[in-house]
Every structure is written in structure tokens, then in C-alpha cells.
């Protein structure tokens, strides 16, 4: 049984910075990636590497503040948050599929649980 399990949110300051992660178990992926739900909105993707860690893409408003990684051997992704806004501020879903674009189009197979961004002004 596929299980992801994110960690990592929390309450932060406008500017400061946050790492997530989430461990995969039970499957075999050839792309991961981050997703966000804010408070009243629809959920959007935010980022999205290959296993490889070869091929990465974001969204418009984080791309130069996110980072997105893996760690194969851990069967980990990460996402490095720096320069952070209150507009971050969501419930942040980690993502799995064996297909890259579904992960950029937001229908990946798997998701995590969730873990909550907290970014006060």
C-alpha cells in the first residue's frame, strides 16, 4: 500500500524559511511533487521533480523562493522554502505518480495527508 507522509510545516515570519519533507513507501514513482490548499481556494500545484531529480518544474510565484529535491536513497522529496509570504500560507500536499505530467497536471495517483504552512506578516 503506497503511503506518503509529510513533515516539516509550521509558523513562520515573512522572509523566513521552511524545509518539508515526505517519505514514500510502498511504490514505485517516477515523479513527486508538492501541492498547496489555502483557506477558501482550490488546491494548486506548487512543484514537481522526476525521481531522477533531473527534470524540476514550479509554479510562477515560488519559482526562484522553492527548491525541490529528492533523496532516492531515503525514498524522500523535499521542498526548501525560503523568502516566505503570507500568500504561502496553505495545507501543503506532498504528491506521487509514475507519470510526470500527471503530477504537473494535478491528477497524481497518490497523496499525502497534508501539513500546515503557517506564514505570518
Known amino acids: 500500500q503506497v503511503q506518503l507522509v509529510e513533515s516539516g510545516g509550521g509558523l513562520v515570519q515573512a522572509g523566513g524559511s521552511l524545509r518539508l519533507s515526505c517519505s514514500a513507501s510502498?511504490?514505485?514513482?517516477?515523479?513527486m511533487g508538492w501541492f498547496r490548499q489555502a483557506p477558501g481556494k482550490e488546491r494548486e500545484f506548487v512543484a514537481a521533480?522526476?525521481?531522477?531529480?533531473?527534470?524540476?518544474y514550479y509554479e510562477d510565484s515560488v519559482k526562484g523562493r522553492f527548491t525541490i529535491s529528492t533523496d532516492n536513497a531515503q525514498k524522500k522529496v523535499y521542498l526548501q522554502m525560503n523568502s516566505l509570504k503570507p500568500e504561502d500560507t496553505a495545507v501543503y500536499y506532498c504528491?506521487?505518480?509514475?507519470?510526470?505530467?500527471?503530477?504537473?497536471?494535478?491528477?497524481?495517483?497518490?497523496w499525502g495527508q497534508g501539513t500546515q504552512v503557517t506564514v505570518s506578516s
Open positions: 510502498g511504490g514505485t514513482f517516477n515523479a
Open positions: 504528491a506521487a505518480d509514475v507519470a510526470f505530467r500527471n503530477v504537473i497536471n494535478g491528477s497524481p495517483a497518490y
Open positions: 521533480i522526476g525521481w531522477s531529480g533531473t527534470s524540476t
